[in-house]
């Protein structure tokens, strides 16, 4: 089953402006992490946060987390057409199901030139 | 490019039938995990080898199973083939049976007919 929800499923925007993603996710995490994914291909790791980090930047990329929440965004800034792709978040568990990733359905962002 | 390596990239087979999955990790990752990723979805854990061993399993049945090598390549493998078996199949590979950083391959597109 899914445990994370990103919000919104799908997001068009043009070149140079911000692009923003939610997740929400239902049980305790370790970490959680986002993933790009271009056209049903492999997926590629953007960014890590660990479950007492609030905050983390990579680039152009901006990860904000809250655990009180359950709640994770990723903000892409000054966008670019070839950030076209769908975007994942999935959760490490705590606990005993730490070995494995679990992923939302999705957000297909869309970057117009 | 992530060194994870998947063989082959696109597989047609009929329902029924065997299929085997091949994954080569990055450098140094002794974990070896498999996601199947249905259309529109996002992956789907399916299980976890470390050190050679299974370290997890989502819920898939019997039928998909798997193994590990000393060199830490790993193989998956479908029995009695179903339609619904059809999707993307991702490894990655990651440190230490964990869900610290996974590093995906470009998968391989199922299609059984």
């Known amino acids: 089953s899914q445990q994370g929800e990103e919000d919104p499923q799908a997001l068009s925007i043009q070149e140079g402006e911000n692009a923003t993603m939610n997740c929400s996710y239902k049980?305790?995490?370790?970490?959680l992490q986002w993933y790009r994914q271009n056209s049903g291909r492999g997926l590629v790791h953007l960014i890590l946060?660990?479950?007492?980090?609030r905050e983390k930047h990579s680039g152009r990329l901006r990860v904000t987390l809250d655990t009180s929440k359950k709640s994770s965004s990723l903000l892409i800034t000054a966008s670019r057409a070839a950030d076209t792709a769908s975007y994942f978040c999935a959760t490490g568990s705590s606990g005993g199901s730490n070995y494995k990733l679990t992923f939302g359905k999705g957000t297909l962002l869309t970057v117009n030139p | 490019e992530t060194g994870v390596t998947q063989s082959p990239t696109h597989l047609i087979k009929t329902r029924g039938q065997q299929v085997t999955l091949r994954c080569s990790s990055q450098s140094g990752h002794n974990t070896v995990s498999w996601y199947q990723q249905a259309l529109g979805q996002g992956p789907q854990f399916i299980f976890q080898y470390y050190r050679e061993e299974e370290n997890g399993r989502g819920n898939f049945p019997p039928r998909f199973s798997g193994l590990q090598f000393p060199n830490y390549s790993s193989e998956l493998n479908v029995n009695a083939l179903e339609l619904d078996d059809s999707a993307l199949y991702l490894c990655?590979?990651?440190?230490?049976?964990?869900?610290?950083?996974?590093?995906f391959g470009q998968g391989t597109r199922l299609t059984v007919v």
């Open positions: 990655a590979s990651s440190l230490e049976g964990s869900t610290r950083e996974a590093f």
């Open positions: 049980t305790s995490i370790n970490n």
């Open positions: 946060i660990r479950s007492n980090e």
